[in-house]
């Protein structure tokens, strides 16, 4: 069995964000979608509705991508959304699907950071 994906990226998530995002995830406020060899999408369920991708392609090299559509991802590209779909993916026994057993940096995805040079 695999490290989970929680001990792997917990280092880059600020301890307010995981706290909340904990408390999402016990309180069944998300919602797995599609789930390929890649990636996943899921939702989860804040003040609003919100869509976050977990992308592991790069995890090998110690590379997790990660997307959230909230006001909080897009200044600090992280999230208790992002935190809270990561302990949903250990707790749903997913972590196996993501390759190597490094320490993960957590990076925006490329469409997020293509979207953002646009916007600048
Ligand atoms: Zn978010």
């Given at each position: 069995?695999?490290?989970?994906?929680?001990?792997?990226?917990?280092?880059?998530?600020?301890?307010?964000?995981?706290?909340?995002?904990?408390?999402?995830?016990?309180?069944?406020?998300?919602?797995?979608?599609?789930?390929?060899?890649?990636?996943?999408?899921?939702?989860?369920?804040?003040?609003?509705?919100?869509?976050?991708?977990?992308?592991?392609?790069?995890?090998?090299?110690?590379?997790?991508?990660?997307?959230?559509d909230c006001p909080r991802f897009a200044e600090a590209a992280v999230c208790k959304h992002v935190w809270a779909v990561i302990v949903e993916?250990?707790?749903?026994?997913?972590?196996?699907?993501?390759?190597?057993?490094?320490?993960?940096?957590?990076?925006?995805?490329?469409?997020?950071?293509?979207?953002?040079?646009?916007?600048?």
């Open positions: 069995m695999r490290k989970s994906l929680t001990s792997r990226s917990y280092h880059e998530v600020p301890d307010h964000d995981r706290g909340r995002g904990s408390a999402y995830q016990r309180a069944g406020r998300v919602r797995l979608g599609e789930i390929t060899a890649e990636r996943l999408d899921a939702r989860v369920l804040g003040t609003s509705r919100y869509a976050v991708t977990i992308d592991w392609q790069e995890a090998g090299a110690g590379l997790l991508r990660i997307d959230c993916i250990d707790e749903e026994g997913l972590s196996d699907l993501v390759p190597g057993e490094s320490s993960l940096r957590l990076a925006p995805s490329t469409a997020f950071a293509r979207c953002r040079t646009r916007m600048a």
